[in-house]
């Protein structure tokens, strides 16, 4: 109870991921155990594009706020930029998702994923959705 005291309340700022936020103050208070077996599933829909407008603006504020967590693990870095990128990208918006691809890239230069991504950027959003759809269908 003291952890959730000093934790907060909920960001109601963030369209989604209000419950990662909480989760990753609560982390800095306090320890979490891992439990080896699922407790939910969920599932996602790339359909919904303004709802995924409204993800990537969430993941960018989320960075943003801990980005002095994130931006020493170039891994986790690169992969942040790459979704927000590619949500950006996806949902319509090329141009900022472009931006954020960039710098995927810079972090992490010989990504071939993040390289193709950055390319198809350039392509349009019709485009850039078909091909992540047809890389989707054939890996996944």
């Known amino acids: 109870r003291d952890a959730i005291n000093k934790a907060g309340f909920f960001d109601e700022t963030l369209a989604f991921f209000v419950d990662l936020e909480y989760f990753i103050r609560l982390s800095n208070i306090c320890c979490f155990a891992h439990l080896p077996e699922p407790l939910i599933n969920y599932y996602e829909v790339d359909s919904d594009l303004p709802k995924l407008a409204k993800i990537a603006e969430s993941r ?81």
């Open 60 to 140: 960018e504020k989320l960075l943003s706020k801990y980005y002095a967590e994130v931006k020493n693990d170039k891994k986790l870095y690169s992969l942040h930029l790459f979704s927000i990128g590619n949500d950006f990208c996806y949902s319509g918006n090329t141009v900022k998702g472009r931006q954020y691809l960039g710098k995927s890239l810079t972090v992490k230069p010989l990504d071939f994923l993040r390289l193709l991504s950055f390319i198809a950027s350039f392509m349009g959003p019709r485009t850039y959705r078909y091909l992540v759809n047809l890389k989707n269908r054939l890996f996944n």
